[in-house]
């Protein structure tokens, strides 16, 4: 008798330590990046290779003469001046929605070249989301203090014809999503889908929904395109880096 109770002992212990597991593995699974990885991951080293990648957000028309941002510890920096009002800068996972699982991923990259419209009025929560992150803000922390700034008229609405340009084949979006298609994007104060028609059967236009919830008083539309910025087709295999 004593050694059928030693048994189910080690069965039930058998059992918890492996329900404990899956338990654990599910929750990392779902939260694949829980908490920022160390500042070094989301760097570049190489600064002209973070220029390099910024300007092929844009076709090179637009991103040959654009100012381009690179990210240091402490935020971003002008690396080259510009002479058109265009900016150019490679995002981090921090810039994702706020319940993204990509919102720590230190592989994210996106890079993105703002007309002047977008530079004026969209850039400035880029360069404050990120100063506000490397400052060791917690994400609650981060959306109170945007919130704060924008009531206190610190912050801009978005433009009338704000927009940006994601057309780089080095752009990584997240882990489910990749380079996902080259796009443009349209910034304007927060409406309802139905405004531009998107996300209907046929219509080439994206709502992006999941920045709905964040502090910026922003609606994003993106029109996907068909090639990317140095004019390779989106839709050959071969023009997708992997």
């Given at each position: 008798?004593?050694?059928?109770?030693?048994i189910?002992?080690?069965?039930s212990?058998?059992?918890?330590?492996?329900?404990g597991?899956?338990?654990?593995?599910?929750?990392?699974?779902?939260?694949p990046?829980?908490?920022?990885?160390?500042?070094?991951?989301?760097?570049?080293?190489?600064?002209d290779?973070?220029?390099a990648m910024?300007?092929?957000?844009?076709p090179?028309?637009?991103?040959?003469?654009?100012?381009?941002?690179?990210l240091?510890?402490?935020g971003?920096?002008?690396?080259?001046?510009g002479?058109?009002?265009?900016?150019?800068?490679v995002?981090?996972g921090?810039?994702?929605?706020?319940?993204?699982?990509?919102?720590?991923?230190?592989?994210?990259r996106?890079?993105?070249?703002?007309n002047?419209?977008?530079?004026?009025?969209?850039?400035?929560?880029t360069?404050?989301?990120?100063?506000?992150?490397?400052?060791?803000?917690?994400?609650?922390q981060?959306?109170?203090?945007?919130?704060?700034?924008?009531?206190?008229?610190?912050l801009?609405?978005?433009e009338?014809?704000?927009?940006?340009?994601?057309?780089s084949?080095n752009?990584?979006?997240?882990?489910?999503?990749?380079?996902?298609?080259?796009?443009?994007?349209?910034?304007?104060?927060?409406?309802g889908?139905?405004?531009?028609?998107?996300?209907?059967?046929?219509s080439?236009?994206?709502?992006?929904?999941n920045?709905t919830q964040g502090?910026?008083?922003?609606?994003?539309?993106?029109?996907?395109?068909?090639?990317?910025?140095?004019?390779?087709?989106?839709?050959d295999?071969?023009?997708?880096?992997?």
């Amino acid at each position: 008798m004593e050694n059928f109770k030693v048994i189910a002992l080690a069965i039930s212990l058998l059992v918890t330590a492996n329900g404990g597991t899956l338990l654990a593995q599910a929750e990392n699974a779902k939260a694949p990046y829980p908490t920022m990885a160390p500042l070094d991951l989301y760097l570049i080293a190489d600064r002209d290779a973070e220029v390099a990648m910024a300007k092929s957000a844009a076709p090179k028309a637009i991103s040959d003469d654009a100012e381009v941002l690179v990210l240091g510890k402490d935020g971003y920096h002008t690396a080259v001046e510009g002479k058109n009002g265009f900016t150019c800068v490679v995002e981090r996972g921090w810039m994702s929605p706020l319940d993204s699982t990509d919102f720590w991923n230190p592989k994210l990259r996106g890079p993105i070249c703002y007309n002047p419209a977008a530079v004026r009025s969209i850039l400035p929560y880029t360069i404050l989301r990120t100063k506000l992150i490397l400052g060791g803000l917690t994400k609650d922390q981060m959306v109170e203090k945007i919130q704060t700034e924008l009531a206190g008229g610190l912050l801009p609405m978005p433009e009338p014809g704000a927009m940006s340009y994601m057309m780089s084949k080095n752009q990584y979006l997240g882990d489910s999503g990749g380079h996902w298609h080259p796009h443009l994007m349209f910034h304007l104060p927060r409406m309802g889908v139905a405004s531009w028609g998107a996300n209907l059967d046929g219509s080439p236009v994206v709502f992006d929904t999941n920045h709905t919830q964040g502090p910026e008083p922003e609606s994003i539309f993106m029109v996907p395109v068909d090639h990317w910025s140095d004019g390779t087709s989106a839709n050959d295999s071969a023009s997708h880096p992997h």
